[in-house]
């Protein structure tokens, strides 16, 4: 079989579990390991693997790379971002090291909506400059598929600028975006006297323009005490679904609000956050096909003293994903490995549980593990070389980069010498 490229001496590769759909309860640990072993490629699509001899008798590579022992994992499948914003919000950072709360710092006009005033201030050009910019980081730490969310616009106009622009970065960046509206972000503040009024506003306007558009795969709602609801998220979701968006929440951040119970019941795709989920919602969202998106480094960046239930929520069988919450406030990084070292040190997942939580579950969260997060023939060829002995060095050894290389769809992206 003549292939365009061969990977080949690879120490371990990761392919991750068969199958289609996420892996949950023993699975989420099942990362599908085999050493001395080898990967090819042909049309952007992995179309053999298995060992290194077997595999090279096989095929005929237009391009052979020896990889000398190096570790090969899926890329990261990032499923919960907020990447398009104007500016950072550092000054934040040091008035929570001074004792002050997510709450309190948005009661003073920070958080949400000084990102919202920013973002309605700043052009197109500076917003794409700086999303791109964060994209290119993301990348060159494996990141090879991204969801990004809309919500600092907060108006008709504005969010649906919001995601034309991350129409605009998903036309040309080489990470692979998926678009999420999140008009339900906050109550804006130059409608928090017509709350009812703004409800209307994303069901009835900015929805069916949204969907007329297909500006957007999902619809997300923030449904957390102080900003949405449950039954006003029911009643953006309803409408979103009735407009053939696929449904996310933002649920249970700060305490069981009943968020979880919702994505359960409507069957949605993701319910993210978790901190606050009981393990008898967390069984009804396994139940209901939801995946759980944990998000340690919002935990560990707020400094919370409540974290997600993560070996409490794989014993109940919801599979698992991690993201990085990527946003100017709660979780400035786009660093996945860190995201993995904290789920092991922080959730007290396995490393082998936090590697599919970060790749084929991370793809379940955005409707895409039928063709990403894992290393078989038929999915993209979308995967990092690591400088690494064994894939559980991945999580220990914290806080550096181990990139050698990164493809997607076959493509080398990142890496010495390589321009992204």
Same mark, same amino acid.
């Given at each position: ?46 179309? %053999? ?33 907020? +990447?398009?914003f104007a500016r950072s919000r550092e000054d934040e950072f040091a008035m929570r090291i001074q004792g002050?709360?997510?709450?309190? /710092? ?7 909506? #000084? ?7 700043? $052009?197109?050009?500076? /917003? ?40 605009? +970065? ?36 900015? /929805?069916?323009?949204? %969907? ?20 006003? $998220? ?10 053939? +968006? %696929? ?70 069988? +919801? ?47 955005? #409707? ?25 060095? /991945? ?26």
């Open positions: 079989m003549k292939v365009e490229l061969l990977i080949t001496g690879i120490g371990e590769l990761c392919r991750m579990g068969e199958g289609s759909g996420p892996q949950a309860g023993p699975a989420q640990a099942d990362t599908g390991t085999l050493k001395n072993a080898a990967l090819a490629v042909n049309q952007g699509k992995v179309v %053999a693997v298995g060992p290194r001899d077997e595999v090279a008798a096989a095929v005929d590579a237009h391009t052979v790379v020896d990889v000398d022992g190096r570790v090969v994992i899926p890329g990261w499948v990032d499923a919960h971002t907020h +990447l398009l002050m709360t997510y709450q309190e /710092i948005a009661a003073q006009g920070g958080g949400i909506h #000084s990102s919202v005033r920013h973002f309605r201030e700043t $052009s197109d050009e500076e /917003i794409l400059r700086r999303a791109r910019r964060n994209l290119d980081i993301a990348l060159s730490l494996g990141t090879t598929t991204m969801e990004i969310k809309s919500g600092y616009g907060l108006s008709a106009e504005q969010e649906l600028r919001a995601l034309r622009l991350i129409r605009q +970065l998903a036309g040309e960046h080489t990470v692979r975006i998926v678009p999420t509206f999140l008009g339900a972000h906050e109550i804006p503040r130059d409608r928090v006297g017509d709350r009812d009024g703004y409800l209307r506003e994303i069901t009835d306007d900015m /929805i069916p323009a949204v %969907a007329s558009e297909k500006l957007a795969e999902f619809c997300d709602v923030f449904c957390e005490e102080g900003v949405y609801t449950a039954e006003e $998220s029911r009643r953006v979701l309803e409408a979103a679904r009735d407009h053939g +968006l %696929a449904l996310k929440l933002h649920a249970d951040e700060f305490g069981d609000t009943g968020g979880a119970r919702l994505a359960a019941e409507l069957g949605a795709v993701s319910a993210d956050h978790l901190h606050g989920t009981l393990p008898e919602v967390a069984e009804a969202m396994a139940k209901a096909g939801v995946v759980g998106v944990l998000l340690p480094g919002t935990s560990f960046f707020l400094n919370l003293p409540e974290k997600a239930s993560a070996r409490r929520m794989v014993e109940a069988g +919801l599979p698992l994903a991690v993201a990085t919450d990527a946003n100017p406030g709660s979780s400035m990084t786009q660093s996945m490995p860190l995201m993995v070292s904290l789920a092991c040190i922080q959730l007290r997942l396995l490393p082998d549980e936090a590697l599919v939580a970060a790749t084929v579950n991370g793809a379940a969260a955005v #409707s895409r593990s039928a063709v990403l997060g894992r290393l078989r023939a038929g999915f993209a060829a979308d995967f990092q070389v690591l400088d690494l002995e064994n894939r559980a060095q /991945i999580p220990y050894h914290y806080g550096v980069s181990h990139v050698h290389a990164v493809y997607a769809g076959g493509r080398r992206v990142a890496g010495p010498a390589v321009s992204v």
